[in-house]
């Protein structure tokens, strides 16, 4: 079988690409090949080429398909607008025989109204990020365009996946993800989004690859949305408590560094940086039944639990000093928000005193 992966460097598909290779499929990547998430495996091919600029994409598709023939699948692991699929159908029409949209499962109702989630009765529809917003309008023109025959598709929907070179938390910075990591190491608060006992699935991204590889190619999938997660439901304290684990830092610290500040305080106090990111995604409760993807991919399963493999998370950045980064603007920014917040506490718990006596 012949794929080709739009991206597949990055933090979830950097474990897609050596599964697909494993499993003898002639795979191809259209990278720019500057990802640190993950490097291109032994044994396969590269197209060199901007994947967001589609005159440059489309001439060395084309290149590609002429040398070595059509597309069985292709993956596209990088498109985050509607414009940017127009593009895709373009030019991937009549280039593949299936078309695999990587969407979001935070483009699902949010919050959801019944706290299991299926690809059949949830509906997408979040008021809170644009960027889910994009993805389910994504998947509204994917699905115009495939009513056509031209384009066979299937939309895959990832929740909370993680990799070696990732590390939860809550709140975070992405581009820096030591970050909150250092803040425990050396004993300092960390911000929790309210009391950290909503339900979260958490999905190691070598699972995670199981369920998409074995989509490709598979008559069941075409025409077909699914989200793959794992059975990992467990509540950010929990998630936060396994990684402080693993950095050596104790409960009684972890407890004692944790400071929770209600959702929608911490929208108020920043916007920008977490109403999407948490009124549209980690504030809600979000359970998936996946019976779905099982029926069609036997073969999935959770093989690797967060507990054990966010272990391998910090190995992977103690390995590399230059890996352990630090967002100086998000630490500076999460002080400032975590002293007002204390602060603001402080003068009401003196106000109710004064009140009372």
């Not at 998000?330 to 400032?336: E, S």
């Amino acid at each position: 079988m012949r794929v080709l992966f739009v991206g597949g460097t990055g933090l979830i598909s950097s474990a897609a690409s050596p599964l697909a290779v494993e499993r003898g499929i002639d795979l191809t990547l259209a990278t720019r090949g500057q990802s640190v998430r993950g490097a291109i495996p032994e044994g396969v091919r590269s197209l060199t080429v901007d994947a967001r600029d589609p005159q440059a994409l489309r001439a060395a598709v084309r290149e590609d398909v002429a040398a070595r023939g059509r597309y069985d699948a292709v993956v596209q692991w990088i498109c985050f607008d509607t414009d940017h699929l127009r593009q895709d159908i373009e030019t991937f029409t009549g280039l593949t025989d299936q078309y695999v949209f990587i969407s979001s499962a935070s483009a699902y109702e949010t919050p959801p109204s019944h706290y299991v989630m299926t690809e059949a009765l949830t509906p997408l529809h979040n008021p809170y990020w644009q960027y889910s917003r994009d993805k389910a309008a994504c998947e509204v023109l994917l699905r115009a365009a495939g009513s056509s025959g031209d384009l066979p598709f299937t939309i895959v929907r990832p929740s909370h996946t993680y990799g070696y070179s990732d590390i939860p938390f809550g709140i975070t910075s992405w581009s820096h993800p030591w970050t909150v990591a250092e803040r425990l190491r050396t004993g300092r608060s960390v911000l929790v989004h309210g009391d950290g006992t909503s339900l979260w699935t958490i999905t190691d991204h070598r699972d995670f690859a199981v369920g998409l590889i074995g989509l490709l190619g598979n008559p069941r999938a075409v025409g077909e949305d699914f989200h793959i997660t794992g059975d990992d439901v467990l509540t950010w304290n929990q998630i936060h408590g396994h990684v402080a684990a693993a950095l050596g830092v104790s409960p009684d610290a972890l407890a004692a560094q944790s400071v929770h500040v209600p959702t929608d305080l911490l929208v108020r106090f920043d916007r920008d940086e977490f109403e999407g990111p948490l009124l549209g995604d980690k504030a809600n409760a979000a359970v998936f039944d996946t019976s779905k993807l099982r029926a069609v991919v036997p073969d999935f399963a959770t093989r690797h639990r967060f507990a054990d493999a966010i272990h391998e998370s910090v190995a992977w950045f103690e390995a590399d000093p230059a890996r352990r980064s630090v967002d100086h603007e998000a630490d500076a920014r999460w002080d400032r928000i975590i002293d007002a917040y204390r602060r603001g506490i402080e003068g009401a718990l003196d106000s109710v005193a004064s009140a009372s006596s």
